[in-house]
């Protein structure tokens, strides 16, 4: 019996902690989630953030809203080749700061998301900086759908019509699809 009762105190624990870490998940919004669909590794950045993953072919990266203060660019990077520390450099888009882009403007050719929380709302549109580079649709929950899926795309989303694409933060995901 004394080995049961000095282990319900541990077993509560256990359950507390678990019933918090639920608690915290579900109450995190997540701003955006951004798939990889392209048949080889990409390396997003999500610039002035600071953020930047690796994602093999079919994975899947969400991003907090609290690492997104005004804005975000976000690309896709490809060939890219980092040491442990998160040096190195990419064929595509490389933003010259390794894995964690720092830099907004990246190496030609970047397809580039633009996303914008303002007043409860996000704004999003799709560019080109200095080229293509990957196809990319982004879309929003309670928004327009922006495909971007060959050189060119920049025609139809140019950078002045960034603010005509929006939704609502409340309830609503942004989702950006590498090679959709």
């Known amino acids: 019996m004394a080995g049961s009762a000095s282990a319900t105190p541990v077993l509560l624990v256990v359950v507390v902690v678990a019933l918090a870490a639920g608690a915290s998940t579900t109450s995190t919004l997540t701003l955006l989630s951004i798939t990889n669909r392209c048949s080889f590794t990409v ?60 830099s907004t403007d990246p190496a030609a050719p970047a397809t580039k998301a633009q996303v914008a929380i303002s007043e409860g709302f996000y704004h999003y549109g799709i560019r080109l900086d200095k080229g293509f580079n990957l196809p990319m649709d982004l879309t929003c ?9 060959e050189d060119g795309c920049h025609d139809a989303f140019p ?22």
Request: hydrophobic share 30%; net charge positive; charged share 20%.
């Open 159 to 180: 950078y002045v019509k960034y603010n005509d694409h929006s939704c609502t933060t409340a309830g609503s995901r942004l989702q950006i699809v590498f090679c959709p």
């Open 43 to 102: 390396w997003p950045a999500v610039a002035s953030t600071g953020l930047g993953t690796e994602l093999h072919p079919g994975a899947n990266w969400t991003v907090d809203a609290s690492a997104i203060h005004y804005t975000a660019d976000i690309w896709g990077r490809t060939g890219c080749s980092f040491d442990v520390a998160g040096r190195g450099r990419c064929q595509t888009a490389d933003c010259s700061s390794g894995l964690r882009c720092r």
């Open 141 to 149: 929950s309670s928004g327009d759908a922006l495909r971007c899926r």
